[in-house]
């Protein structure tokens, strides 16, 4: 098993910036993919940005690249993700999220943390 622990989040103003942080334990030598996902209210959760951990290759989904930023610390099992040129629809719930090698689709979930951006 995995568990994954999200911190930082909160409040910003559209144009600032915030960090959030993952921090994975457990059997986290099996974990192959991780990610952020979001979900704004009324909507449908979406893909923001996952890591690969054999290489540190990102991939980001378009409404974020350029702005965000995901980053790996290997001693840590943490993953970390920089947020700038913040927008009121980046307001979200953001969830950070794990897959094994092998197993097409996250298993292991955090609990999410909110970010509100205000105009």
């Known amino acids: 098993q995995v568990q994954l622990v999200e911190s930082g989040g909160g409040l910003a103003q559209a144009g600032g910036s915030l960090r959030l942080s993952c921090a994975a334990s457990?059997?986290?030598?099996?974990?192959?993919?991780m990610a952020w996902f979001r979900q704004a209210p009324g909507k449908e959760r979406e893909f923001v940005v996952a890591?690969?951990?054999?290489?540190?290759?990102?991939l980001y989904a378009d409404s974020v690249k350029g702005r965000f930023t995901i980053s790996r610390d290997n001693a840590k099992n943490a993953v970390s993700l920089q947020m700038n040129s913040l927008k009121p629809e980046d307001t979200a719930v953001y969830y950070c999220?794990?897959?094994?090698?092998?197993?097409?689709?996250?298993?292991?979930w955090g609990q999410g943390t909110q970010v509100t951006v205000s105009s």
């Open positions: 999220a794990a897959q094994r090698l092998g197993v097409p689709r996250y298993e292991y």
């Open positions: 457990g059997r986290t030598s099996t974990l192959f993919y």
């Open positions: 890591i690969r951990s054999s290489d540190d290759t990102a």
